[in-house]
């Protein structure tokens, strides 16, 4: 059996690795579908909450991504403003964390030639192609209740942030309705994801 990562951020960052490409995609969403991963697991463990339509700390535990810090020392604000919030840093954290475990390798490179950026390659496919299973697999077969919640939340995440490595176009239409039943389970940070990506499209 193959290991994965344990965390759901560490997870949705390698679901976003395109195997053929052999590069990362993300199409500049990466850092909202990471920290909505975050709040996500946040909000599966009881450790976030929601009051009023917004999230708020909820039981003590661990806090990895300092989410709960964040949320502590703020007056209450939207899902989507978390959302948002240091996306280019949770990616470099996440790349990070999946370095040291030795998940993925990283070098620097230039883009164009000109502009510095960094090469991602995971180590071994598998881990990847695992990911991808279980994301599928929920999108089929069981009620989704029964349906593990961090595959669930995959699913959720990967149709709002429209990661096409995990659910292309039109596979987010034909399964719309297992989509809603995977999303409703999984919190508000996934739908939040949604409406932050169509704010951006609407102001471009």
Same mark, same amino acid.
């Given at each position: 059996?193959?290991?994965?990562?344990?965390?759901?951020?560490?997870?949705?960052? +390698?679901?976003?690795?395109?195997?053929?490409?052999?590069? =990362?995609?993300?199409?500049?969403?990466?850092?909202?579908?990471?920290?909505? !991963?975050? +709040?996500?697991?946040?909000? =599966?463990?009881?450790?976030?909450?929601?009051?009023?339509?917004?999230?708020?700390?909820?039981?003590?535990?661990?806090?990895?991504?300092?989410?709960?810090?964040?949320?502590?020392?703020?007056?209450?604000?939207?899902?989507?403003?978390?959302?948002?919030?240091?996306? &280019?840093?949770?990616?470099?954290?996440? &790349?990070?964390?999946?370095? /040291?475990?030795?998940?993925?390798? $990283?070098?620097?490179?230039?883009?164009?030639?000109?502009?510095?950026?960094?090469?991602?390659?995971? /180590?071994?496919?598998?881990?990847?192609?695992?990911?991808?299973?279980?994301?599928?697999?929920?999108?089929?077969?069981?009620?989704?209740?029964?349906?593990?919640?961090?595959?669930?939340? !995959?699913?959720?995440?990967?149709?709002?942030?429209? +990661?096409? $490595?995990?659910?292309?176009?039109?596979? &987010?239409?034909?399964?719309?309705?297992?989509?809603?039943? =995977?999303?409703?389970?999984?919190?508000?940070?996934?739908?939040?994801?949604?409406?932050?990506?169509?704010?951006?499209?609407?102001?471009?």
């Amino acid at each position: 059996m193959v290991e994965t990562p344990d965390g759901l951020p560490s997870r949705m960052y +390698l679901l976003a690795y395109d195997l053929r490409k052999q590069r =990362l995609v993300h199409g500049g969403r990466l850092g909202y579908i990471l920290r909505a !991963a975050a +709040l996500t697991e946040l909000y =599966l463990d009881g450790r976030v909450v929601e009051e009023k339509g917004r999230p708020v700390p909820g039981t003590p535990g661990d806090d990895p991504y300092g989410l709960l810090a964040q949320l502590s020392a703020s007056r209450p604000r939207t899902w989507q403003h978390w959302v948002r919030k240091d996306g &280019r840093a949770m990616i470099r954290t996440v &790349r990070d964390e999946l370095e /040291r475990g030795g998940w993925i390798r $990283t070098r620097p490179h230039r883009v164009l030639g000109v502009f510095p950026g960094t090469r991602v390659t995971v /180590r071994d496919p598998r881990v990847v192609k695992t990911l991808w299973g279980g994301a599928s697999a929920a999108l089929r077969g069981r009620p989704a209740a029964h349906v593990n919640s961090y595959d669930a939340a !995959a699913v959720a995440l990967a149709a709002a942030g429209e +990661l096409g $490595t995990v659910l292309p176009r039109r596979d &987010r239409r034909r399964h719309r309705r297992r989509i809603a039943e =995977l999303t409703a389970r999984s919190g508000p940070a996934a739908s939040a994801v949604a409406k932050v990506i169509a704010q951006l499209r609407a102001a471009a």
